[in-house]
């Protein structure tokens, strides 16, 4: 029912001087209380609503921004305003903000988030009230709030700016951090009354970072950027931290556990030092070997190499993690262990590989002995699938959250974990995965794998289960391995929490902390790669490596271990600092400008033979597997020619950008395969004048789409679609052939951020994805949708070679007739699946496929005619100009009737011509086809049968569509005879009531 004109009429924002804190405990639904300090906390933010004055909420994490900002919701809709309000949060934490919302309020919340079809269901049926004639009623919304994340707000924001809000929330706003980010430009085309930010972590590298969140809140009072790093840029003195704090404060607030809740169980933090086993240190000193003539370049070398030095350190850093993480290194371990120690079990050689995993072999027997639990937190997907297989081998029973379990999994995972007579001992998490939102107090010890550049990170992961609600005493284990560059790493990483200590505590700070690198410089990664060359790798250190796997934990604990109590995070307490510990007598200064000849000279080296040796890191490429495991290509950067940038988040020519063959190379293989099949997108572009990556196809290829979404001027439909996938928050499919990458939710949000055409730099390419932009994103999703819609189920049986017509696909059949007279289903199946086997337009392994009816019907392309067509395929940097581009016909999504003849097609990049001719409307033959007594058939044309292929994926989307409005319709039905009879029901209560009186 439309609420009256009174309820719908606009209530404006009460004055500041009618604001009057609330100082009784309010009980809010089913009872639940807010804590004193968070009374405290909502009566800040409604002082703040009340006085106009847009804030930030960055309490400590676990401290309950969630249930804050919803009692501040609560008691605004009390004022008489009943919304609208948006809540934007990340993907995993959307279960939690709708779990607290019903817990706390009886507001009605729609989640605005899934497919395009589901949101614009939302849209017709949930937002808007409508009148007698079905039209909608302008501001009559039937929310009370929406929440969202920022990959709807990016993909799919039209319909939000349709709305003015009175009150906006944006949960984890440290993503903010970025002034030029794509997400802060959509915020700003949002109407907003009222601005309020959540985030634990409000500064985490920089002042500059700081800047961008108060541009965003108060953008006349901050609005110039430079004015603002010449005032507080530097943090040089006391006065200037003063001044800082000066101004957050009226609109900042920032407590901590400490600070609100004096009974929390005390955390103590036990760095324990870790040697590297006798495996890792061949492995370490594999890949210093490898890359030797490179980082002995120094200071000569450009500054570009700093992406070099990066995967240098990245290689040693899963050295020092497990070796089973490097590439080929897993097989060889095993098949030495194999033969080296035949009696003993295979699965030991997965512990003694590395220190880290000896140490926690040891360490988790005791700890279950003792009854307590345990969270493993680990940067590394791949670290803990490691840590999963040992886990299994040693009957352990845990839970698992990374960035691919999703949704009710996540709630579901916790829940087990968490129940009183649980079971359940380990709970394995990716230390950025998750972000706010995970409660596991049920845990007391906490294990970090490996740390985090930015301890924030660190931090955070510890208030999983160091928390409001925590009643027992908190151990934190962090393993360091010794005599390596992560040590110093992990000593330089603590200097950054100066930064927020500084302006949001009150400690005074040195500029050196204040100011904590942002980034490495290329000279301190060569330092660090440096300072663990000695204790890592040179000979007779095998002994403290055996000695360690023999010691028992108590040993390791009381020798090996340095214990740091941590009372009072606030009071600016930080990790302390062991110095690097080396033999002095063989350690040469890090500074000297020989340091890398004088390194190989003492570990023996033969510079000579170096190119040449039988390395332990195989360079033969790995046979494609249905199950991947830790050392795939993908990893980030492999030992094998690490000489090249390679795999970086922003494309790794990102200074350079990419020639113009990589660009047409790259997109037209990605047509031809189809999104994410970057092993053949790469093998099949067969690079030569410089060697490029399974990272870097894949930047290129991500970079191309985005430029053409920004070009694309098509159905409005299709852009969510395409941001979806190649956004990696949205995870829409996982198969067994799905290629493997490290591609994250950051590092989409730092692509968008960036102008792709500082990577592209050739105006003549530009200007070719401007023309082409409608057709590469139509094949990019007519391949999605063969692939991940229409042949869902069938892969496997596929790649194993069965014949398409033993399949049993169900393939809706095209309205319009087929390619030649003599095409049946059977064809139509056959071309599907030979487009997922062989690629896009690749007829001539269609012809020679024995599982596809063709090679039968129309035989083998002649060798004769493939040499004419390569001979007339040419790049388009050789053959032709740009301009000279046939237009080719892709899926067309636009509307029912835009399935308009064409000539004929190619892909885009390619310049084949071949004659044409129309396809005439011929009725289908069901039955199977015999060749005729004369020979084979004839194949049709090029643009028939891309015609044929784009009506079947049409067809099969219309079909698909039809049996979701059947869906809908049926739910509504369901609906409506579930309140009919809920009335009837009523009615004969209200009868048999009647007749008892």
């Given at each position: 029912?439309?609420?009256?004109?009174?309820?719908?009429?606009?209530?404006?924002?009460?004055?500041?001087?009618?604001?009057?804190?609330?100082?009784?405990?309010?009980?809010?639904?089913d009872?639940?209380?807010?804590?004193?300090y968070?009374?405290?906390?909502?009566?800040?933010?409604?002082?703040?609503?009340?006085?106009?004055?847009?804030?930030?909420?960055?309490?400590?994490?676990?401290?309950?921004k969630?249930?804050?900002?919803?009692?501040?919701?609560?008691?605004?809709?009390?004022?008489?305003i009943?919304?609208?309000?948006?809540v934007?949060?990340?993907?995993?934490?959307?279960?939690?903000?709708?779990?607290?919302?019903?817990?706390?309020?009886?507001?009605?919340?729609?989640?605005?988030?899934?497919?395009?079809y589901?949101?614009?269901l939302?849209h017709?049926?949930?937002?808007?009230?409508?009148?007698?004639?079905?039209?909608?009623?302008?501001?009559?919304?039937?929310?009370?709030v929406?929440?969202?994340?920022?990959?709807?707000?990016?993909?799919?924001?039209?319909?939000?700016?349709?709305?003015?809000?009175?009150?906006?929330?944006?949960?984890?706003?440290?993503?903010?951090?970025?002034?030029?980010?794509?997400?802060?430009?959509?915020?700003?085309?949002?109407?907003?009354?009222?601005?309020?930010?959540?985030?634990?972590?409000?500064?985490?590298?920089?002042?500059?970072?700081?800047?961008?969140?108060?541009?965003?809140?108060?953008?006349?009072?901050?609005?110039?950027?430079?004015?603002?790093?010449?005032?507080?840029?530097?943090?040089?003195?006391?006065?200037?931290?003063?001044?800082?704090?000066?101004?957050?404060?009226?609109?900042?607030?920032?407590?901590?556990?400490?600070?609100?809740?004096?009974?929390?169980?005390?955390?103590?933090?036990?760095?324990?030092?870790?040697?590297?086993?006798?495996?890792?240190?061949?492995?370490?000193?594999?890949?210093?070997?490898?890359?030797?003539?490179?980082?002995?370049?120094?200071?000569?070398?450009?500054?570009?190499?700093?992406?070099?030095?990066?995967?240098?350190?990245?290689?040693?850093?899963?050295?020092?993690?497990?070796?089973?993480?490097?590439?080929?290194?897993?097989?060889?371990?095993?098949?030495?262990?194999?033969?080296?120690?035949?009696?003993?079990?295979?699965?030991?050689?997965?512990?003694?590989?590395?220190?880290?995993?000896?140490?926690?072999?040891?360490?988790?027997?005791?700890?279950?002995?003792?009854?307590?639990?345990?969270?493993?937190?680990?940067?590394?997907?791949?670290?803990?699938?490691?840590?999963?297989?040992?886990?299994?081998?040693?009957?352990?029973?845990?839970?698992?959250?990374?960035?691919?379990?999703?949704g009710?999994?996540?709630?579901?995972?916790?829940?087990?974990?968490?129940?009183?007579?649980?079971?359940?001992?380990?709970?394995?998490?990716?230390?950025?995965?998750?972000?706010?939102?995970?409660?596991?107090?049920?845990?007391?010890?906490?294990?970090?794998?490996?740390?985090?550049?930015?301890?924030?990170?660190?931090?955070?992961?510890?208030?999983?289960?160091?928390?409001?609600?925590?009643?027992?005493?908190?151990?934190?284990?962090?393993?360091?391995?010794?005599?390596?560059?992560?040590?110093?790493?992990?000593?330089?990483?603590?200097?950054?929490?100066?930064?927020?200590?500084?302006?949001?505590?009150?400690?005074?700070?040195?500029?050196?902390?204040?100011?904590?690198?942002?980034?490495?410089?290329?000279?301190?990664?060569?330092?660090?790669?440096?300072?663990?060359?000695?204790?890592?790798?040179?000979?007779?250190?095998?002994?403290?490596?055996?000695?360690?796997?023999?010691?028992?934990?108590?040993?390791?604990?009381?020798?090996?271990?340095?214990?740091?109590?941590?009372?009072?995070?606030?009071?600016?307490?930080?990790?302390?600092?062991?110095?690097?510990?080396?033999?002095?007598s063989?350690?040469?200064?890090?500074?000297d400008?020989?340091?890398?000849?004088?390194?190989?000279e003492?570990?023996?080296?033969?510079?000579?033979?170096?190119?040449?040796?039988?390395?332990?890191?195989?360079?033969?490429?790995?046979?494609?597997?249905?199950?991947?495991?830790?050392?795939?290509?993908?990893?980030?950067?492999?030992?094998?020619?690490?000489?090249?940038?390679?795999?970086?988040?922003?494309?790794s020519?990102?200074?350079?950008?990419?020639?113009?063959?990589?660009?047409?190379?790259?997109?037209?293989?990605?047509?031809?395969?189809?999104?994410?099949?970057?092993?053949?997108?790469?093998?099949?572009?067969?690079?030569?004048?410089?060697?490029?990556?399974?990272?870097?196809?894949?930047?290129?290829?991500?970079?191309i789409?985005?430029?053409?979404?920004?070009?694309?001027?098509?159905?409005?439909?299709?852009?969510?679609?395409?941001?979806?996938?190649?956004?990696?928050?949205?995870?829409?499919?996982v198969?067994?052939?799905?290629?493997?990458?490290?591609?994250?939710?950051?590092d989409?949000?730092?692509?968008?951020?960036?102008?792709?055409?500082?990577?592209?730099?050739?105006?003549?390419?530009?200007?070719?994805?401007?023309?082409?932009?409608?057709?590469?994103?139509?094949?990019?999703?007519?391949?999605?949708?063969?692939?991940?819609?229409?042949?869902v189920?069938?892969?496997?049986?596929?790649?194993?070679?069965?014949?398409?017509?033993?399949?049993?696909?169900?393939?809706?059949?095209?309205?319009?007739?087929?390619?030649?007279?003599?095409?049946?289903?059977?064809?139509?199946?056959?071309?599907?699946?030979?487009?997922?086997?062989?690629?896009?337009?690749?007829?001539?392994?269609?012809?020679?496929?024995?599982?596809?009816?063709?090679?039968?019907?129309v035989?083998?392309?002649?060798?004769?005619s493939?040499?004419?067509?390569?001979?007339?395929?040419?790049?388009?940097?050789?053959?032709?100009?740009?301009?000279?581009?046939?237009?080719?016909?892709?899926?067309?999504?636009?509307?029912?009737?835009?399935?308009g003849?064409?000539?004929?097609?190619?892909?885009?990049?390619?310049?084949?011509?071949?004659?044409?001719?129309?396809?005439?409307?011929?009725?289908?033959?069901?039955?199977?086809?015999?060749?005729?007594?004369?020979?084979?058939?004839?194949w049709?044309?090029?643009?028939d049968?891309?015609?044929?292929?784009?009506?079947?994926?049409?067809?099969?989307?219309?079909?698909?569509?039809?049996e979701?409005?059947?869906?809908?319709?049926?739910?509504?039905?369901?609906?409506?005879?579930?309140k009919?009879?809920?009335?009837?029901?009523?009615?004969?209560?209200?009868?048999?009531e009647?007749?008892?009186?």
């Amino acid at each position: 029912m439309v609420p009256s004109a009174k309820e719908l009429s606009f209530v404006p924002r009460p004055p500041p001087a009618s604001f009057k804190p609330i100082k009784e405990t309010l009980e809010y639904k089913d009872g639940n209380l807010l804590r004193s300090y968070q009374r405290e906390g909502l009566n800040w933010l409604l002082f703040n609503w009340y006085a106009r004055q847009n804030c930030i909420l960055a309490d400590e994490m676990g401290l309950g921004k969630t249930v804050q900002s919803i009692a501040f919701l609560i008691e605004i809709f009390n004022a008489r305003i009943r919304g609208p309000f948006l809540v934007i949060v990340p993907l995993s934490t959307i279960g939690n903000w709708q779990r607290e919302f019903a817990t706390w309020s009886d507001f009605n919340v729609i989640i605005y988030h899934g497919s395009a079809y589901s949101r614009r269901l939302i849209h017709e049926y949930d937002l808007y009230y409508r009148d007698r004639q079905g039209k909608i009623i302008s501001d009559a919304f039937k929310f009370n709030v929406i929440v969202t994340t920022y990959e709807v707000l990016l993909s799919d924001d039209s319909e939000l700016q349709n709305i003015d809000w009175r009150v906006v929330i944006i949960d984890e706003a440290h993503r903010l951090k970025n002034r030029n980010c794509k997400l802060l430009e959509g915020l700003k085309r949002l109407g907003m009354e009222h601005r309020v930010l959540l985030t634990g972590t409000p500064l985490q590298n920089s002042v500059e970072e700081l800047f961008s969140l108060l541009n965003f809140l108060e953008p006349h009072t901050f609005p110039s950027h430079v004015s603002f790093l010449q005032q507080f840029g530097d943090l040089k003195t006391e006065e200037q931290v003063e001044e800082l704090k000066t101004i957050l404060k009226p609109m900042m607030l920032r407590r901590l556990k400490e600070d609100v809740e004096k009974s929390i169980a005390p955390k103590e933090e036990t760095i324990i030092e870790v040697e590297l086993t006798a495996i890792q240190k061949q492995y370490y000193r594999a890949i210093l070997e490898r890359n030797f003539m490179f980082l002995s370049r120094g200071s000569s070398a450009p500054t570009t190499a700093i992406p070099s030095l990066l995967n240098v350190m990245m290689e040693l850093r899963k050295c020092c993690n497990h070796p089973f993480l490097i590439k080929g290194a897993e097989q060889k371990i095993v098949a030495d262990w194999q033969t080296e120690k035949p009696t003993e079990p295979v699965y030991r050689s997965l512990i003694q590989a590395s220190g880290k995993l000896v140490l926690i072999d040891k360490l988790l027997p005791k700890l279950k002995e003792s009854g307590h639990k345990v969270l493993i937190f680990s940067q590394m997907v791949r670290c803990l699938d490691i840590l999963e297989d040992y886990l299994r081998i040693k009957g352990y029973l845990y839970e698992r959250i990374d960035g691919q379990v999703r949704g009710t999994l996540r709630q579901e995972a916790i829940d087990r974990f968490s129940k009183p007579d649980t079971d359940r001992f380990v709970f394995l998490l990716c230390t950025r995965a998750g972000g706010l939102g995970i409660n596991l107090t049920a845990a007391d010890t906490v294990i970090i794998y490996d740390s985090d550049w930015n301890p924030q990170n660190d931090i955070q992961a510890q208030a999983r289960c160091h928390r409001i609600g925590q009643n027992k005493p908190v151990k934190v284990y962090r393993l360091i391995t010794r005599n390596s560059y992560e040590r110093e790493m992990f000593d330089r990483a603590s200097l950054k929490l100066g930064l927020d200590k500084a302006v949001l505590h009150s400690v005074t700070t040195s500029q050196q902390q204040a100011a904590g690198p942002p980034q490495l410089s290329k000279r301190e990664i060569e330092d660090l790669l440096k300072k663990g060359a000695y204790g890592a790798l040179m000979e007779g250190n095998d002994d403290d490596a055996n000695r360690f796997c023999e010691e028992d934990i108590d040993q390791i604990l009381e020798q090996r271990a340095h214990v740091v109590q941590l009372e009072s995070e606030g009071k600016g307490s930080t990790f302390s600092k062991a110095s690097f510990v080396t033999d002095e007598s063989s350690d040469i200064n890090v500074d000297d400008p020989d340091f890398w000849q004088k390194w190989a000279e003492k570990a023996q080296l033969n510079l000579d033979d170096l190119a040449n040796k039988d390395n332990l890191v195989l360079d033969t490429p790995r046979q494609r597997r249905q199950v991947r495991r830790y050392g795939n290509d993908h990893l980030e950067g492999e030992i094998v020619d690490m000489i090249d940038p390679r795999e970086d988040v922003i494309p790794s020519r990102g200074r350079h950008g990419w020639t113009k063959i990589e660009l047409f190379k790259t997109e037209k293989w990605t047509l031809i395969f189809g999104w994410g099949q970057w092993k053949d997108v790469l093998e099949a572009c067969d690079f030569r004048k410089r060697q490029l990556g399974v990272g870097d196809v894949e930047n290129i290829s991500r970079t191309i789409l985005i430029y053409c979404l920004a070009h694309f001027k098509g159905d409005e439909k299709i852009p969510p679609y395409i941001h979806r996938l190649i956004d990696p928050s949205e995870v829409t499919e996982v198969g067994e052939d799905a290629e493997g990458s490290q591609f994250t939710e950051d590092d989409y949000l730092a692509l968008l951020s960036k102008n792709p055409e500082t990577l592209f730099q050739e105006e003549a390419y530009m200007k070719h994805l401007r023309r082409h932009a409608h057709k590469i994103i139509f094949r990019i999703r007519q391949l999605h949708i063969i692939r991940w819609q229409m042949l869902v189920g069938h892969k496997k049986q596929i790649m194993k070679g069965t014949p398409a017509r033993y399949l049993g696909l169900h393939l809706p059949r095209p309205e319009e007739g087929p390619p030649a007279p003599w095409w049946t289903n059977e064809c139509d199946h056959s071309l599907i699946v030979g487009i997922f086997k062989h690629g896009y337009e690749q007829f001539h392994l269609f012809r020679s496929d024995p599982a596809l009816c063709f090679k039968a019907l129309v035989g083998e392309e002649s060798q004769t005619s493939l040499r004419r067509k390569k001979n007339r395929c040419l790049p388009l940097s050789k053959g032709r100009k740009e301009d000279e581009e046939d237009e080719e016909e892709f899926l067309d999504l636009s509307g029912e009737d835009s399935d308009g003849e064409s000539g004929p097609s190619t892909p885009v990049g390619l310049s084949v011509r071949l004659p044409n001719r129309k396809t005439k409307n011929i009725a289908t033959n069901t039955q199977s086809p015999t060749p005729p007594r004369t020979g084979m058939y004839l194949w049709p044309t090029l643009a028939d049968v891309n015609t044929r292929a784009r009506r079947l994926v049409n067809a099969w989307i219309k079909n698909q569509k039809r049996e979701e409005q059947k869906q809908v319709h049926l739910l509504k039905e369901r609906v409506k005879r579930e309140k009919e009879a809920e009335v009837s029901r009523k009615k004969e209560q209200k009868k048999a009531e009647l007749a008892q009186k």
